[in-house]
């Protein structure tokens, strides 16, 4: 099995979704389940020189409301989703939007989603995922050789791709037509002749969102692309702690994790946050100290201390309380609806 990829600067990293809630429910039968993944994900393996790229492809069929749906994650190339029936709730960077069929989905490699909120709904689900070497958002596009759209043509899907912020559109008969011959492509994939079939039909499937974004597309958001976005993403990860802000961070290597220099990271910071990096990275540290101090009560505070980057026990105690005005002591032993 090939491992995962993952969005890694040193020692952190992102990795890609298990899909370990989606396993569950193919395997006790709540949902009809067919794709052709490579290595990582749910399926039938496709060797990884078949299709360069596509790293998964496929749909499924629910019958009714389900008791399961896709924490927040992360793929590792675009992925795009056509709901055919049904309903579901989709989210994309903490926004919620209600699917209805004919909808499809589009998220830019890396970006955070979920699928339910918190359960999927009933439906006939497509999906595929084009990795497009993507592991900073400015960072150049590389679409697979087998895709042959024109070069302007190819370049103008790849910026209203990059630009786009709205996760959720309309599709198209083209657009609809394309994902159930695909599904074909996938359920009969031991036919002959089948991976030029699915490059036919992948191929149609980009000329129709090329084609629809085109029309509904009102306005791209180079931000999107932006060294500072990139920054910005980071910030929000050591914020809510999809990033370990525990771990032995040095300014260096925060402006590393982001693909610059010291002077760029910082200003950037700057105006994100309104601190500098170490300000911000501490300010990080203390909230998960008292995570940590809430939910794992079996920790010294000592070992709290360490593990959520400080050297010190006694300049963590100093900086938690001016932090949250209250020992760290203190803090574990008030009931939990005066903690801060």
């Given at each position: 099995?090939?491992?995962k990829?993952?969005?890694?600067?040193?020692?952190?990293?992102?990795?890609?979704?298990?899909?370990?809630?989606?396993n569950?429910?193919?395997q006790?039968g709540?949902?009809?389940?067919h794709?052709?993944?490579?290595?990582?994900?749910?399926?039938?393996?496709?060797?990884?020189?078949?299709?360069?790229?596509?790293?998964?492809?496929?749909f499924?069929?629910?019958?009714?409301m389900?008791?399961?749906?896709?924490?927040?994650?992360?793929?590792?190339g675009i992925?795009?989703?056509?709901?055919?029936?049904?309903?579901?709730?989709?989210?994309?960077?903490?926004?919620?939007?209600?699917?209805?069929?004919?909808?499809?989905?589009?998220?830019?490699?890396?970006?955070?989603?979920?699928?339910g909120?918190?359960?999927?709904?009933?439906?006939?689900?497509?999906?595929?995922i084009?990795?497009?070497?993507?592991?900073r958002?400015?960072?150049?596009?590389?679409?697979?050789?087998?895709?042959?759209?024109?070069?302007?043509?190819?370049?103008?899907?790849?910026?209203?791709?990059r630009?786009?912020?709205?996760?959720?559109?309309?599709?198209?008969?083209?657009?609809?037509?394309?994902?159930?011959?695909?599904?074909r492509?996938?359920?009969?994939?031991s036919?002959?002749?089948a991976?030029?079939?699915l490059?036919?039909?992948?191929?149609?499937?980009?000329?129709?969102?090329?084609d629809?974004?085109?029309?509904?597309?009102?306005?791209?958001?180079?931000?999107?692309?932006?060294?500072?976005?990139?920054?910005?993403?980071?910030?929000?990860?050591?914020?809510?702690?999809?990033?370990?802000?525990?771990?032995?961070?040095?300014l260096?290597?925060?402006?590393a994790?982001?693909?610059?220099?010291?002077?760029?990271?910082?200003?950037?910071?700057?105006?994100?946050v309104?601190?500098?990096?170490?300000?911000?990275?501490?300010?990080?540290?203390?909230?998960?100290?008292?995570?940590?101090?809430?939910?794992?009560?079996?920790?010294?505070?000592?070992?709290?201390?360490?593990?959520?980057?400080?050297?010190s026990?006694?300049?963590?105690?100093?900086?938690?309380?001016?932090?949250?005005h209250?020992?760290?002591?203190?803090y574990?032993?008030?009931?939990?609806a005066n903690r801060?």
């Amino acid at each position: 099995m090939t491992p995962k990829p993952t969005f890694r600067a040193r020692h952190a990293r992102y990795e890609i979704d298990g899909c370990e809630p989606q396993n569950n429910a193919i395997q006790t039968g709540k949902i009809h389940f067919h794709a052709l993944p490579k290595g990582h994900y749910p399926g039938t393996l496709v060797p990884i020189n078949i299709l360069p790229g596509l790293n998964s492809i496929g749909f499924w069929n629910a019958g009714g409301m389900q008791d399961w749906g896709l924490d927040s994650h992360r793929n590792e190339g675009i992925e795009i989703m056509f709901l055919e029936t049904g309903t579901m709730d989709f989210v994309a960077d903490q926004k919620k939007h209600s699917l209805r069929a004919g909808h499809f989905t589009i998220t830019r490699p890396w970006q955070l989603h979920k699928l339910g909120a918190p359960n999927i709904g009933p439906g006939r689900v497509h999906w595929l995922i084009l990795d497009v070497g993507v592991r900073r958002p400015h960072q150049d596009w590389c679409w697979p050789k087998w895709v042959v759209l024109t070069k302007s043509d190819l370049a103008e899907l790849t910026r209203k791709l990059r630009h786009n912020e709205n996760p959720a559109w309309n599709s198209t008969p083209a657009i609809a037509q394309s994902f159930r011959e695909l599904a074909r492509n996938v359920a009969g994939w031991s036919q002959p002749h089948a991976v030029s079939r699915l490059v036919v039909h992948l191929n149609q499937l980009l000329i129709g969102m090329l084609d629809a974004l085109t029309d509904q597309q009102t306005h791209e958001n180079e931000q999107l692309t932006t060294r500072r976005r990139a920054v910005e993403l980071f910030l929000q990860d050591l914020d809510h702690g999809r990033v370990n802000a525990g771990e032995p961070w040095t300014l260096d290597r925060l402006a590393a994790h982001c693909g610059m220099g010291v002077t760029a990271f910082s200003k950037y910071c700057r105006e994100l946050v309104n601190a500098g990096p170490v300000e911000f990275l501490n300010r990080c540290r203390l909230d998960l100290a008292a995570r940590q101090l809430r939910k794992q009560p079996h920790l010294s505070i000592t070992e709290i201390a360490l593990t959520s980057g400080f050297n010190s026990s006694q300049y963590f105690a100093t900086a938690f309380g001016h932090r949250f005005h209250v020992s760290p002591t203190d803090y574990r032993n008030q009931p939990q609806a005066n903690r801060i």
